[in-house]
C-alpha cells in the first residue's frame, strides 16, 4: 500500500511545471492555473506507469481533489 | 472473434506516401511555447504531414500501389482482390477502391471491397484481404490504408489539431504454400462509439449549417459537429483495457512469447500511450520504432509509414517476426502476428502535387 505522500511526489514528478506551493492532498487538480487536457492524460498515464492502474475518463472526471485520486488509485495497485 | 491464422498468404511489399507539405506544431498559435514543450514531450509529435485540397487517400495510396507494383514486378492484371481502408474517401460514393482501380488499370474480376476503420485499419485490412484471398484462391491481392484525417480537423481545436497526420499505403499480398502462417487476433466495443468521433455530415445529422456551428468545448477546443473530436483519456483507457491483452492472446495463439517478435509495429497514437502499453507488456522500447515525431499519428496509415520509415532496409535483407498491432475509431483494435521471408519495402513518398499519382 503506497502513502499518500509517495504518492503525491510521485505524481509531481511526471507534471513538468512545478505547482507552486507543491501539491496537497486538498488540491484540485483542474483548478491550477494552465490546468488542460494534456496535464490530465499524463496524470492518468502515470497511475498505470506507476503503479498498473487504469481509471477511466469518469473515474477522473468523478475524483475532486488529490485525496480522491489516492483513495481510487491506491486501492487498485495489485498486491 | 478468437485468434485465427491464415497459412497461405504472406505479406511481401509495402510501400507509403506522405504530401511534402510539413506543419511544424512549434508554429501553432493554439500553442504557448511551454504547452508545446510538454506536448512534445508527452505526445511526442513534433511536426505533421498535411494534404493540399488536391490531394486525397487515393492520390496517396495509388501513388504508393504504383510503387509497389514496380518494385515487386507485379503486372496490374494479376491483382485478383483490392480493399480500400479509408474514413476520409475522396466522395461519399462511389468507394475510393473503385477510384483506384481505374487509376491504377486492375481487371474488371478483381473484386473490390471499402472498409471504413480508423487506427486499427491497417490489421482489419490486412486480415480481410488475407481472408479472401486464402478463400477464394486468388494469387495476389493489395491492400490501400490511408487518410487525409487532416480534412476533418478544426484549426482551433488543440486537442486534434498537433495530433494528426496525412499518409497513404499499399501493401501486395501473394498466395504461396511456402508462406508462413500469419496469425489475426481482432476486437471491438461499440461501447466507444463516440471516444473518437465525427457527429455531423452524414445520413444521421446531415450537413447544413449546425454543421459548421463552432461550439468552445474547453479552453482552446473549439470545433463544429463537422469536424473530428478525441477523447484522449478514454483512449488510452481502451487501449490499456483491450490491447495489452489482445497482443498477449496473439502471441500465446502463435506460440511466441514476448521476446520472439524482432519488432512490434504499434499505431503511432501517441507516445505516452504507446510508452504505458510497451511497459504492460514487457516490451524494451528499442523493440517499437516510432515515427510520430516527424510524421505524427497519420490514422490507419502509422504501422505502413512506420514500417517503410524505420524498418525498410532490415525487413528487405532478410525473415523478421513482427507484432503489427492497431487500434482506434469504433472503439477497435487489431493485431498480426507475421513472420517469413524478406518484405520489399522502398523508402517513404513524398508527393508535391497529384501529377505524381
Known amino acids: 500500500m503506497i502513502d499518500v505522500r509517495t504518492f503525491i511526489h510521485n505524481l509531481e514528478g511526471h507534471l513538468s511545471s512545478p505547482v507552486p506551493g507543491g501539491l496537497e492532498t486538498g488540491t484540485r487538480l483542474r483548478d491550477l492555473p494552465d490546468w488542460d487536457s494534456l496535464k490530465a492524460l499524463i496524470v492518468v498515464a502515470s497511475f498505470d506507469w506507476d503503479y498498473g492502474v487504469t481509471i477511466s475518463a469518469d473515474e477522473y472526471a468523478g475524483a475532486e481533489t488529490i485525496r480522491d485520486l489516492y483513495a481510487l488509485v491506491s486501492q487498485r495497485i495489485p498486491q | ?357
Open chain 2, 1 to 357: 472473434m478468437p485468434p485465427f491464422s491464415i497459412s497461405d498468404v504472406r505479406l511481401s511489399a509495402v510501400a507509403a506516401a506522405v504530401p511534402a507539405h510539413q506543419v511544424r506544431n512549434g508554429d501553432l498559435d493554439l500553442l504557448s511555447e511551454p504547452e508545446g514543450a510538454a506536448f512534445v514531450k508527452a505526445v511526442g509529435i513534433n511536426a505533421r504531414r498535411v494534404a493540399p485540397p488536391e490531394i486525397c487517400a487515393s492520390d496517396l495510396c495509388v501513388a504508393a500501389a504504383r510503387r509497389i507494383l514496380q518494385v515487386a514486378g507485379v503486372r496490374p492484371e494479376g491483382i485478383g482482390v483490392l480493399v480500400f481502408v479509408t474514413q476520409t474517401p475522396d466522395y461519399h460514393l462511389p468507394g475510393n477502391s473503385m477510384l483506384a482501380q481505374r487509376r491504377l488499370g486492375l481487371p474488371a474480376s478483381t473484386y473490390l471491397l471499402d472498409v471504413n476503420q480508423g487506427c486499427a485499419g491497417y490489421v482489419y485490412g490486412l486480415a480481410s484481404v488475407a481472408s479472401l484471398m486464402s478463400a477464394a484462391r486468388i494469387g495476389k491481392g493489395l491492400l490501400l490504408v490511408g487518410d487525409t484525417i487532416t480534412r476533418l480537423l478544426s484549426a482551433r481545436d488543440r486537442s486534434t489539431l498537433p495530433i494528426f497526420s496525412d499518409a497513404g499505403s499499399a501493401t501486395l499480398l501473394e498466395r504461396t504454400s511456402a508462406a508462413h502462417p500469419m496469425h489475426f487476433n481482432l476486437g471491438s466495443d461499440g461501447e466507444g462509439a463516440d471516444v473518437i468521433y465525427v457527429r455531423g455530415g452524414g445520413a444521421r445529422e446531415p450537413f447544413g449549417p449546425e454543421s459548421l456551428r463552432m461550439c468552445e468545448e474547453e479552453n482552446k477546443v473549439v470545433r463544429a459537429p463537422i469536424h473530428l473530436s478525441m477523447r484522449g483519456m478514454d483512449v488510452l483507457h481502451y487501449t490499456l483495457k483491450y490491447v495489452a491483452p489482445n497482443i498477449k492472446e496473439l502471441l500465446a495463439f502463435a506460440n511466441a512469447d514476448t521476446d520472439t517478435p524482432d519488432y512490434y509495429v504499434l499505431h503511432q497514437a501517441n507516445h505516452i500511450l504507446n510508452q504505458c502499453l510497451l511497459r504492460r507488456l514487457g516490451i524494451a522500447p528499442e523493440k517499437a520504432p516510432e515515427t510520430l515525431l516527424d510524421y505524427g499519428n497519420t490514422s490507419c496509415a502509422t504501422i505502413p509509414v512506420t514500417l517503410c520509415r524505420r524498418l525498410g532496409k532490415e525487413l528487405a535483407q532478410g525473415e523478421k517476426a513482427l507484432v503489427l498491432s492497431g487500434f482506434g475509431a469504433g472503439f477497435s483494435w487489431g493485431s498480426a502476428f507475421i513472420s517469413g521471408e524478406s518484405i520489399l519495402c522502398p523508402e517513404l513518398l513524398e508527393i508535391h502535387d497529384p501529377g505524381e499519382c
